[in-house]
């Protein structure tokens, strides 16, 4: 029975994390455990690039966990992603399947890896009140003067830019710790491309997405009854959307506007690792531009080497 080894797979936006993660997993006989702050959520599958379809390979469905488990604007934490990771994992293990947690989410990675303790923080309506009326100019100094801004999303919409302080001032008054992590050895594989191939992956999909119909899929969040600002303050491409179906910006604007913000993502991404791997979190980067059996060899001979398999 395998027990207390972790793999994770790892790497920017759009370098085929699932790909590799799903060919492992028929390979090692493995479920996977998502590590996406967006794929969370029911109804958001172009925009958050669930690509379920992968999960089904060769004949075979691979199971895989955490994804569309609440629905849009429902509150979901690290501390609840790191909860639901930890019943997850023991779930796997106890059937004698391989844990493989995937995805790109860095601050959800390093939460299982370091084993921290993010507390459940409530709201405080206080606090709230007065910020209320506060510009998002004003809330953004606020939070900056709590702590560093590392997530631009943060500060995105008042709302969670309020949200974002309530956290911080939380943290300050419960300094946080080390989480009971079920005890683990853990592996982590990155998948990478040079900037130039990665950013012509990025708009390629892009354009691949919309035309897959991301945008309706957007107006059938809203018509659903999705609040637009719950929309907005999930970034990326349902903030764009978003604002597009509301007129605010043009479809050019659309556009220019989103890919370059995919673009600032992965660069936020790439320094996210890298500060992981300057704290000592060993990342074992797999070229991307390999074939898909090269990369399956390349990461089963990891493994190999490490003991994992």
């Not at 790191?82 to 860095?106: A, E, H």
């Not at 079920?182 to 354009?207: A, C, H, N, Q, S």
């Not at 320094?271 to 797999?286: D, V």
Request: include cysteine; aromatic fraction near 8%; hydrophobic fraction near 35%.
């Amino acid at each position: 029975m395998i027990r207390n080894k972790l793999i994770v797979i790892t790497g920017p936006t759009a370098t085929g994390k699932t790909e590799l993660a799903t060919d492992l997993a028929i390979e090692i006989d493995g479920e996977i455990i998502s590590a996406d702050s967006r794929q969370i959520y029911r109804n958001m599958n172009i925009g958050t690039g669930k690509d379920i379809s992968e999960y089904q390979k060769n004949g075979k469905s691979i199971p895989y966990h955490l994804i569309d488990i609440i629905n849009p604007g429902e509150k979901y934490s690290v501390y609840q992603f790191q909860k639901d990771f930890i019943s997850t994992y023991q779930n796997i293990c106890d059937r004698g399947k391989q844990p493989i947690l995937c995805g790109g989410t860095g601050l959800y990675i390093e939460s299982i890896i370091k084993g921290y303790k993010l507390p459940d923080v409530p709201e405080n309506p206080k606090l709230r009140k007065s910020l209320k009326t506060k510009s998002l100019e004003e809330l953004t100094a606020i939070l900056a003067s709590l702590k560093t801004l590392h997530n631009k999303t943060d500060v995105d919409t008042c709302n969670r830019a309020i949200r974002a302080i309530e956290i911080a001032l939380f943290e300050k008054e419960h300094p946080t710790s080390r989480n009971p992590i079920p005890p683990m050895e853990t592996i982590v594989l990155g998948i990478w491309f040079k900037r130039d191939i990665l950013r012509k992956r990025i708009t390629e999909r892009l354009v691949s997405r919309i035309n897959q119909g991301m945008i309706e899929e957007g107006k059938k969040l809203l018509d659903s009854g999705v609040d637009p600002e719950v929309l907005i303050s999930y970034g990326l491409e349902y903030k764009f959307i978003t604002w597009y179906l509301q007129g605010k910006i043009s479809y050019e604007d659309f556009f220019s506007k989103l890919n370059t913000s995919i673009h600032q993502f992965a660069k936020r991404q790439v320094t996210w690792f890298r500060r992981m791997e300057r704290q000592g979190i060993k990342i074992h980067w797999i070229d991307g531009n390999l074939p898909s059996n090269e990369k399956l060899r390349t990461a089963m001979d990891i493994l190999t080497s490490k003991g994992f398999i």
